[in-house]
């Protein structure tokens, strides 16, 4: 979708957009500020490639506003370690919504993670390798026995989902994990997700082993 055209559109009749962008942070351009976006919340794990249990919360200065706190702990309290004081004085920022121990280790990981990943290669040229990586994929697929549904670039996803027209996506899955390849059957459809660390080679021979398998 459109973000920017969509935040544009939100902010012209007052709508505050909130997005859950956990399929796409770390493999798409997302400028909360640019696009007008109000709040963003994302998991750590996929695309960001952080540790399982982590995510992130984005909420711009004027949402907050519009925010209760529904949770609240010592964390979320600009004295913090401060227990005795128990007056009412919450962060100004994002901080009031970390209402409880923080899992710092977690914390560091993401934020390495973030750092030496998107922040590094740039969130651009990481989805122009993953959408030169999906057309790889589909060049190569036997069409005979797998479509794969393509869309126009401004509403492709970063997961490939294909069509096997003559097998069970389950039983390939499991089939291509014996042989290392990571795939996932879901609706009835077999989805590919490559990252932009994946060579041309690995995906030569994932497509390989996909077209040879049941022949």
């Excluded at 990252?195 to 030569?204: A, L, M, Q, S, V």
Aim: net charge negative.
């Amino acid at each position: 979708a459109d973000l920017k055209e969509l935040g544009d559109f939100c902010r012209t009749y007052g709508i505050d957009l909130v997005l859950d962008v956990a399929q796409s942070l770390g493999a798409f351009p997302i400028y909360p500020e640019e696009y007008n976006i109000s709040a963003i919340v994302s998991s750590g794990w996929k695309w960001l490639m952080g540790p399982v249990g982590t995510g992130l919360l984005y909420t711009s200065a004027e949402f907050r506003k519009k925010l209760s706190d529904v949770m609240v702990g010592a964390e979320l309290m600009i004295q913090g370690t401060d227990y005795l004081n128990h007056s009412w004085h919450p962060h100004l920022t994002a901080k009031r919504f970390e209402y409880s121990t923080s899992p710092i280790s977690l914390a560091a990981a993401l934020e390495t993670c973030i750092t030496e990943l998107p922040l590094r290669y740039t969130p651009e040229k990481i989805h122009a390798e993953l959408l030169r990586l999906q057309e790889l994929i589909i060049g190569l697929l036997d069409r005979d026995r797998f479509t794969p549904l393509v869309f126009p670039e401004q509403n492709r996803s970063s997961i490939l989902s294909v069509i096997c027209r003559q097998d069970d996506p389950n039983i390939i899955e499991k089939e291509l994990a014996k042989e290392g390849i990571v795939c996932s059957s879901r609706g009835g459809y077999l989805r590919f997700a490559p990252h932009f660390y994946n060579t041309d080679e690995e995906i030569k021979k994932a497509v390989s082993l996909l077209n040879s398998i049941h022949d």
